[in-house]
T-cell receptor, first 113, second 111 residues
């Protein structure tokens, strides 16, 4: 079945460091790919998405490129801030899934000043 | 303001005492769903609904019930809660072209 694998956390970085959170997927067909972010005490919210191969999603300085050849959708940011501390979830959705998402386990990111 | 509202935010109860967690959305979304979030397990879907009177099991439906009598509401019912249902619960809604909109969560403790 379809699945999403994320790097395990927590990931701890210093402010202004470069961030990569790896995400790979297995899916039949052509999924849409998403990154959601969960700030402490809140629900998840969409960070960015990509709906086809080679699309790049971007928001708030974060980027992720849909790589069909490596079945990956890695999240990157050039210079993280303390306010980026959160849990990040990678997810996919296919037409076969009744518009339901398949989720990765989440990666906790801790940014130290 | 577009939102998904869950109540209560925190709930402590005892084993076997029936409880309901309410969820309401004001965006006229067709799809609604319930998730539980547990450390190391990420988000797991409990039930989802594609429209009024249409519900389906997610990955972990055992011990839970839902109903969708109106488009805006999707309550989660625990008929006889057990300690292994202690978790953080999220309701979400979406359309087939929109991202999921999540509520702020309900932290349930069953003793």
């Amino acid at each position: 079945g379809d699945s999403v694998t994320q790097m395990e956390g927590p990931v701890t970085l210093s402010e202004e460091a470069f961030l990569t959170i790896n995400c790979t997927y297995t899916a039949t067909g052509y999924p849409s790919l998403f990154w959601y972010v969960q700030y402490p005490g809140e629900g998840l919210q969409l960070l960015l998405k990509a709906t086809k191969a080679d699309d790049k999603g971007s928001n708030k300085g974060f980027e992720a490129t849909y790589r069909k050849e490596t079945t990956s959708f890695h999240l990157e940011k050039g210079s993280v801030q303390v306010s980026d501390s959160a849990v990040y979830f990678c997810a996919l959705r296919t037409l076969d899934s009744n518009y339901q998402l398949i989720w990765g386990a989440g990666t906790k990111l801790i940014i130290k000043p | 303001e577009a939102q998904v509202t869950q109540n209560p935010r925190y709930l402590i109860t005892v084993t076997g005492k029936k409880l309901t967690v309410t969820c309401s959305q004001n965006m006229n979304h067709e799809y609604m769903s319930w998730y539980r979030q547990d450390p190391g397990l990420g988000l797991r879907q409990i039930y989802y609904s594609m429209n009024v009177e249409v519900t389906d099991k997610g990955d972990v439906p055992e011990g839970y019930k839902v109903s969708r009598k109106e488009k805006r509401n999707f309550p989660l019912i625990l008929e006889s809660p057990s300690p292994n249902q202690t978790s953080l619960y999220f309701c979400a809604s979406n359309t087939n072209n929109s991202p999921l909109h999540f509520g702020n969560g309900t932290r349930l403790t069953v003793t």
